[in-house]
C-alpha cells in the first residue's frame, strides 16, 4: 500500500463528512452571528462557525509604543488612557489581519483584559475601552460584531498598559446576522 492511499482515504472520509453536514442541514461556510435579544450593545450574543471555515487565533496585542520620548513605564508613551491604548491595540490587529488577507469584520471572538487606570482612580476604565471598540466594531463601515468577554486584572507585564486583546477571526466564511 502505497503512501497515497491513506491520505485518499482520509480525503473522502473529509468530503463525506462535510457532505453529510450540507445533506443534514448544517450550512457550510456560513459565519453567522447572533444579536442580544432587544439589545443595541455592539457585541454578538454567539458567534457559530461553520465547515469549510478556517479559524485565526492571534495572539493577545500589547499597545505599542508611540510616543518615545516617554518613559516606558509612562502610560502617556503607548497611548495614554484607557481609550487611547485600546485604538493603539486594535489598530495593531488590524495591521496584522490585513497582512494575513483578513480584515476587522472577520473578527468573530475577542478577549478583553483590562487594568486598573490609577488616573481613574484605580477603576477599570471600560466607557474608555467602549469608546475605542466602538471606533472598529458596530459602525456602518464595519457592522460585524464579535463574541467578546471583557475581564480586569490585577496586572500586565508593564505597568503602563492598561489593555490586552486577543482575536479569533475566520476565514472564508459568508456573513449571516440572526
Do not use: H
Not at 450574543?45 to 479559524?55: F, Q, R
Not at 464579535?146 to 496586572?155: K, N, V, Y
Amino acid at each position: 500500500m502505497s503512501l497515497r492511499t491513506p491520505v485518499m482515504v482520509a480525503g473522502l472520509l473529509a468530503a463525506a463528512v462535510l457532505s453529510g453536514c450540507a445533506a443534514n442541514g448544517v450550512p457550510t461556510g456560513e459565519v453567522t452571528r447572533y444579536k442580544i435579544p432587544g439589545s443595541s450593545f455592539p457585541i454578538s450574543n454567539a458567534v457559530e462557525v461553520s465547515p469549510g471555515v478556517s479559524t485565526v487565533y492571534l495572539s493577545g496585542k500589547v499597545p505599542a509604543m508611540l510616543d518615545k520620548s516617554k518613559p516606558a513605564t509612562d502610560p502617556a508613551a503607548y497611548g495614554g488612557d484607557t481609550e487611547g491604548q485600546t485604538v493603539n491595540v486594535l489598530k495593531s490587529i488590524e495591521a496584522q489581519l490585513k497582512s494575513m488577507g483578513l480584515s476587522m469584520s472577520d473578527v468573530i471572538k475577542m478577549q478583553v483584559f483590562l487594568v486598573k487606570d490609577p488616573a481613574k482612580g484605580n477603576k477599570m476604565d471600560f466607557a474608555g475601552f467602549m469608546k475605542g471598540y466602538t471606533q472598529f466594531f458596530g459602525t456602518a463601515e464595519q457592522p460585524n460584531l464579535p463574541a467578546r468577554s471583557a475581564f480586569e486584572i490585577a496586572a500586565l507585564a508593564n505597568p503602563a498598559w492598561l489593555v490586552e486583546i486577543e482575536v479569533v477571526a475566520a476565514r472564508g466564511g459568508k456573513n449571516v446576522v440572526k
